[in-house]
């Protein structure tokens, strides 16, 4: 699998640290901790997550992936996918 | 039919033409008192136990393929009760007894054979963990031995014990773990409860939930139509999630795509099931020679029933560094399956937060040595509607309790374990 990095360029997936679904967001306090730790979508489709691209240029990207097949329909920096 | 050495010799006479089917395949009643989703080993284990323990025989089992052609078919066949954490190691040891007697309870062949399991240690702090597991084994009435160097090197001469990386200073030993036969565990499973009058449908997916106005859960909706049930329960290895998510439920659990392999026949060479306690590799010889070994899953989320290279890469990687021995023999074949894996590593066996849906998920690696005790806890749980004392901490609410089950340790993180 080889995941196209917005910096690099596409690149082996050896490259890059999986960190899961890029859906859930950190809540303020306890409200919502237990649903942002352990509850998943886990959809089988297209997923957006985040991958770490550790051996590169070091950039959280969020890539859109189908779970089903493993094609890549996009990927963009983490932190352009937050504003 | 009763399976004997006189109906084999009789059938022999008569040239095996008088062998018919080991179980009915059944077309879809209106209604049954339960409902499983999912014939591979939990599923038809569960519908097996639920006849036989509680007398429930008004049961269907209904599967999308054909029953076994999930993860059931797609694992590596090991056996064994070698766990530490309290939670674990009673269930665990409950379906090692079941596995003991599992042949003469089918009256069929599942070739339960007991040849060992050695995980070996290459660090003193590695030695110490295994020595504190093997005493709660035993403290669980299961089997646990030590083995020093000496030890391992005369049952595995073959393994690489000075690896300047990874010395192998011995292992712990548990002597009544073994392989079975996948395939013919999900056929004396479904023999068994399809006598016992149980309808197994097969190309029968589930594709919705019927629901009464109170929003309990009143049936199922299938691609052959809908099928009213008093309980339903889900055993669904892989697709759990998806299923679940068709009654309005998120789960604590990820799908991953884990691979195995087999290598051409060779002649006997290795004694039991051998673990790498330095990487993750373990490899155990099959009844037809071939080696049949894994390691890690993929690591990202898959629903891909078919992994990639980077861990076909590791896990020959590791074989290599265990037993150089291996690195002529050629890979025949590698398969993936998808396996369900929860925050913690654990199981779940407990009632749905919707009335009426129970839940059989979550097996992560190790659901194929569960068959037995999860088929007999999960009917335990249907019939009765309290967890069997073995099961009573695969709880779903473990996870907003703080209740996890972390046998190895690594947090909340499906991609570990």
């Known amino acids: 699998m080889r995941i196209p990095c917005p910096y690099c360029g596409e690149r082996n997936s050896g490259e890059f640290v999986y960190r899961g679904d890029a859906a859930p967001m950190r809540p303020e306090g306890a409200e919502g901790l237990f649903d942002y730790v352990y509850l998943r979508e886990n959809p089988a489709g297209p997923l957006r997550e985040h991958w770490y691209h550790a051996q590169g240029c070091r950039n959280w990207i969020e890539v859109t992936r189908d779970t089903r097949n493993h094609v890549i329909s996009g990927a963009i920096l983490a932190r352009e996918a937050r504003r | 039919m009763r399976y004997s050495l006189f109906t084999l010799a009789r059938q022999a006479l008569s040239g095996h033409k008088g062998w018919r089917p080991a179980w009915r395949d059944a077309e879809p009643a209106e209604a049954y008192d339960i409902v499983i989703v999912g014939g591979g080993g939990h599923g038809l284990a569960t519908a097996h136990y639920l006849s036989r323990n509680h007398g429930i025989t008004r049961v269907a089992v209904v599967e999308k393929g054909w029953i076994g052609g999930g993860n059931a078919g797609r694992n590596t066949t090991i056996i064994r009760s070698n766990y530490g954490l309290p939670g674990n190691e009673a269930f665990y040891e409950w379906s090692m007894k079941l596995w003991e007697g599992l042949e003469q309870e089918l009256?069929?062949?599942?070739?339960?054979?007991?040849?060992?399991?050695?995980?070996?240690?290459?660090?003193?702090?590695?030695?110490?963990?295994?020595?504190?597991?093997?005493?709660?084994?035993?403290?669980?009435?299961?089997?646990?031995?030590?083995?020093?160097?000496?030890?391992?090197?005369?049952?595995?001469?073959?393994?690489?014990?000075?690896?300047?990386?990874?010395?192998?200073?011995?292992?712990?030993?548990?002597?009544?773990?073994?392989?079975?036969?996948?395939?013919?565990?999900?056929?004396?499973?479904?023999?068994?409860?399809?006598?016992?009058?149980?309808?197994?449908?097969?190309?029968?997916?589930?594709?919705?939930?019927?629901?009464?106005?109170?929003?309990?859960?009143?049936?199922?909706?299938?691609?052959?139509?809908?099928?009213?049930?008093?309980?339903?329960?889900?055993?669904?290895?892989?697709?759990?999630?998806?299923?679940?998510?068709?009654?309005?439920?998120?789960?604590?659990?990820?799908?991953?795509?884990?691979?195995?392999?087999?290598?051409?026949?060779?002649?006997?060479?290795?004694?039991?099931?051998?673990?790498?306690?330095?990487?993750?590799?373990?490899?155990?010889?099959?009844?037809?020679?071939?080696?049949?070994?894994?390691?890690?899953?993929?690591?990202?989320?898959?629903?891909?029933?078919?992994?990639?290279?980077?861990?076909?890469?590791?896990?020959?990687?590791?074989?290599?560094?265990?037993?150089?021995?291996i690195g002529r023999a050629r890979i025949l074949r590698s398969w993936g399956g998808i396996v369900d894996m929860t925050m913690d590593g654990s199981p779940i066996i407990d009632r749905a937060p919707v009335e009426g849906l129970y839940l059989n998920a979550g097996w992560c690696y190790g659901g194929f040595k569960a068959t037995p005790a999860s088929g007999w806890c999960f009917a335990h749980l249907l019939a009765t509607g309290k967890p069997h004392e073995t099961a009573a901490a695969f709880r779903l609410d473990r996870f907003a309790s703080g209740y996890l089950i972390d046998e190895k340790g690594a947090g909340a993180q499906p991609n570990l374990h």
């Open chain 2, 107 to 325: 009256n069929y062949n599942t070739m339960v054979s007991q040849r060992g399991i050695v995980n070996l240690y290459h660090s003193d702090a590695q030695r110490d963990a295994y020595a504190r597991r093997g005493n709660a084994m035993i403290l669980h009435g299961a089997d646990a031995e030590m083995l020093d160097r000496d030890a391992v090197r005369r049952m595995a001469p073959f393994l690489d014990f000075d690896n300047a990386r990874f010395p192998i200073m011995g292992g712990l030993l548990q002597s009544r773990a073994g392989t079975a036969r996948h395939d013919a565990v999900v056929w004396g499973y479904a023999r068994a409860a399809s006598a016992h009058g149980v309808d197994i449908i097969q190309n029968c997916e589930v594709i919705g939930f019927l629901r009464d106005n109170s929003g309990a859960i009143t049936g199922v909706e299938t691609t052959r139509g809908p099928i009213r049930a008093g309980k339903v329960g889900l055993a669904v290895a892989g697709h759990s999630s998806r299923v679940a998510a068709l009654a309005d439920i998120r789960l604590p659990i990820e799908s991953h795509a884990l691979q195995a392999f087999v290598s051409e026949g060779l002649k006997p060479t290795i004694p039991g099931v051998i673990t790498f306690g330095a990487g993750h590799f373990y490899v155990s010889q099959s009844d037809k020679g071939g080696l049949v070994f894994g390691g890690d899953i993929d690591g990202y989320n898959s629903y891909a029933q078919r992994g990639n290279l980077p861990v076909v890469e590791d896990v020959c990687e590791g074989g290599m560094a265990l037993m150089p021995m």
